[in-house]
């Protein structure tokens, strides 16, 4: 089967991910899409909390329930299905997408359920931030189905989807879930990478934390403060790699020797700031001072996000994406 044509998709767990996940879903219209939660009131909060997640969503404030009336709609015609048992949610699939606790136990044991309910063409994606396919196939007979689509929070706005199979698992199956992300422009913005080995954290994180980690240091030390950190950021390296990325910027960076001039004329600083840099923990007692230096100013900083602080950083992220969807000078 073709990723083109008509998918039926399960997803497990309804957390934040899971509803991003259902909206990302959803938003294609020859899909449908079975959802199986735990939790004992899914539909009530199918109701609720669904509706901030799709596009046509209304951001009133004094609305309870926002356009619940369209996950009422979903519901009737048959595109959404809530299921109370992995069983029925499993039968019909043909993508199953977990979203369930960053847990290898928890994962193991679900991937092995799944694979003894759901038919033998299915595809079995986990959207996991860094437990490798290969750690959560160990109890499964076939290891050729499973992979990670590892998103980016929300994934319902933001493009990327990290793609990251084991060494067992199937090139075709790794080509469907990039064929299925990869639909034509105007159909969805997201831009799925193959990661081409498994590595924890993946590609996106493994830079994020590498910022951050450098970030809680210069906090630490007082270097800077959270407010003006963010600055920095904001107002250097976040519109250019936005707009370039890392290599692509330092390519323009260096002038007509592109990249390799940049590394000659500025290695020897590079190299001074590599072999400086900082060394703190997020886990034990020792290197961890930073995390209460970093807490507090982060949230006098920012204090408590509001559902419409969540909506207009949303419509930021929907912007930004927009723009580097442009094309200059054409």
């Known amino acids: 089967m073709s990723a083109s044509e008509p998918q039926r998709i399960t997803l497990i767990g309804l957390g934040t991910i899971g509803m991003s996940m259902a909206a990302l879903h959803l938003a294609r219209d ?12 899914i539909q009530e909060y199918l109701l609720k909390t669904l509706p901030n997640f799709l596009h046509d969503t209304s951001h009133d404030s004094n609305s309870t329930h926002p356009q619940s009336s369209a996950i009422t709609t979903l519901l009737t015609t048959g595109r959404l299905h809530i299921h109370l048992t ?17 847990n290898l136990a928890f994962k193991r044991s679900i991937w092995a359920q799944v694979e003894s309910l759901a038919p033998t063409s299915a595809h079995f ?35 990327l989807l990290e793609i990251v199979p084991s060494s067992t698992t199937a090139p075709s199956r790794v080509e469907f879930a990039r ?24 590609v ?23 407010k003006d950190l963010d600055t920095v950021l904001m107002a250097s390296l976040g519109p250019r790699w936005a707009g370039n990325g890392v290599f692509e910027s330092y390519q323009q960076g260096g002038g007509e020797g592109g990249i390799k001039a940049f590394l000659e004329k500025l290695g020897g600083t590079m190299q001074e700031v590599w072999g400086g840099l900082g060394d703190v923990n997020v886990l034990g007692s020792e290197r961890t001072e930073w995390k209460e230096k970093v807490i507090r100013q982060t949230d006098e900083a920012y204090g408590t996000l509001t559902k419409e602080g969540v909506w207009e ?13 442009r094309r200059y000078g054409q």
């Open 30 to 41: 020859n899909t449908i899409v079975d959802v199986f939660d735990t939790r004992p009131d």
């Open 86 to 102: 992995l069983a029925s949610a499993c039968a019909s699939a043909t993508i199953i997408q977990e979203q369930g606790p960053e």
């Open 179 to 202: 064929e299925y992300f990869s639909l034509p422009p105007g159909e969805s913005r997201h831009r799925p990478v193959v990661i081409q080995k498994e590595i924890p954290g993946f």
């Open 204 to 226: 996106g994180n493994r830079l994020a934390f590498a910022l951050l980690r450098e970030a809680c240091y210069l906090v630490q030390e007082d270097v800077v403060s959270v």
């Open 313 to 325: 950083k949303e419509e930021r992220l929907k912007d930004f994406i927009r723009a580097q969807e």
């Open 125 to 159: 994606w986990t959207s996991t931030s860094g437990i490798a396919a290969s750690a959560q196939q160990e109890d499964m007979l076939d290891k050729t189905r499973l992979l990670v689509v590892h998103p980016f929070n929300p994934p319902h706005i933001m493009p």
